[in-house]
């Protein structure tokens, strides 16, 4: 749709961007709290707030940490935060058995921001790769990433979470099928009202670096994880993604990396207009701090665009590790 214009002097566009309060009267999104996801990362011990050296401004917690920073998120309006655990190479194994064990780091910080922050929605990371030993989101067999066997660990994962009080489970694997088979389970153990957030198109990408060094899967990982997630020079494949997902039962799905695929959240809110998120990863968010610390851009002023950015490509929401600052900001204004 394209409105109609008188031509020049008639029409001055120019008269819409006079004064802030008309540019605020004739703004056509807005970015708010209630759009943030914030991921945060869980490890080992207590009293441990352990900066990520790729990652300026973003640390792995103790579980009594991380309870700490959901008090913060949810005094700050935050809706939800997302949590990854950071294993050490000593916690990982062939057999993944971790991921599904009720009292690993994630299952304990679950249940303790459950009981001490009741207000903040709590969103799970399930795929394999944080207590794989090679490192991928699947099981390794013969240097294949099977996609069954590895389907049938993540419902055992989900009930986990589901069980230690996760609101949205977050499947990150992209294995097929998988939405389905937690839906199924979930249903059958009682969890009706668990939501699942589906990262239906994930792409495999090099924007992923600094996630990998915080949650201790760069040593891990061997090769790369082209045979599950999504060729960078796909568009329609991001859309039978997300719909498959929606059949299979998806209440929510998201576009993974953030900024280089807005034009596939356009098309995904367009085509189904379903909850549909981004992921403004790892790197995306490296890349800001580290040319605001060089002094190069203006950090908030880039952080506040490229978060506008989602909302104006049709995102109903942004998995984000500025969450706090960029709340923090929002609360001055
Ligand atoms: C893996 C997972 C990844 C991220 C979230 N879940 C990395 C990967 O697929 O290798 C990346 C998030 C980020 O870069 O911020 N299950």
């Keep these: 749709m394209r409105p109609t214009q008188a031509s020049f002097p008639a029409t001055r566009l120019r008269r819409a961007r006079q004064t802030a309060p008309i540019r605020a009267l004739t703004r056509e999104n807005t970015l708010s709290v209630d759009d943030f996801i ?7 011990g207590e009293g441990i ?12 917690r103790s579980v009594d940490k991380i309870v700490d920073a959901a008090r913060d998120a949810a005094d700050l309006g935050i809706p939800a935060i997302c949590i990854f655990p950071y294993t050490g190479l000593e ?3 062939e057999d993944c058995a971790g991921a599904w064990d009720p009292d690993n780091h994630a299952n304990r910080a679950i249940r303790a921001i459950k009981a001490a922050v009741p207000d903040i929605a709590i969103m799970t990371d399930v795929a394999l ?3 794989n030993i090679n490192g991928h989101d699947g099981f390794v067999e013969n240097g294949e990433i099977v996609n069954d066997r590895t389907v049938e660990a993540l419902v055992k994962m989900t009930l986990a979470q589901a069980e230690a ?6 499947p990150s694997d992209m294995m097929d099928g998988r ?13 009706q009202n668990t939501m699942i957030l589906s990262y239906s198109a994930k792409y495999a990408s090099g924007f992923y670096g600094p996630f990998r060094d915080a949650v201790g899967a760069s040593g891990a990982l061997t090769g790369d994880k082209k045979t599950y997630q999504m060729d960078p020079a796909n568009s329609d494949e991001a859309l039978r993604l997300i719909e498959r997902d929606l059949r299979e039962g998806a209440d929510m799905v998201m576009v993974k990396p953030g900024l280089p695929y807005l ?26 701090q580290a040319a605001a610390q060089q002094g190069w ?28 600052a960029a709340a923090r900001l929002l609360a001055e204004k």
């Design 297 to 324: 851009i203006d950090g908030d002023k880039v952080m506040m665009e490229s978060l506008m950015a989602f909302k104006r490509a049709g995102c109903d929401g942004i998995l984000t590790y500025f969450a706090p």
């Design 179 to 191: 939405i389905g088979a937690m839906r199924s389970a979930l249903e059958g153990a009682g969890h």
């Design 49 to 60: 707030e352990e900066p990520i050296p790729s990652m300026p401004g973003v640390f792995r």
């Design 165 to 170: 009080g996760a609101d949205i489970i977050g």
């Design 38 to 44: 914030w991921p945060v990362f869980v490890r080992s």
């Design 263 to 288: 034009d596939i959240c356009r098309r995904v809110k367009d085509t189904f207009g379903a909850p549909t998120y981004a992921y403004q990863v790892s790197g995306e968010y490296s890349m800001i």
């Design 91 to 93: 916690e990982r194994t």
């Design 129 to 131: 790769d944080t207590y």
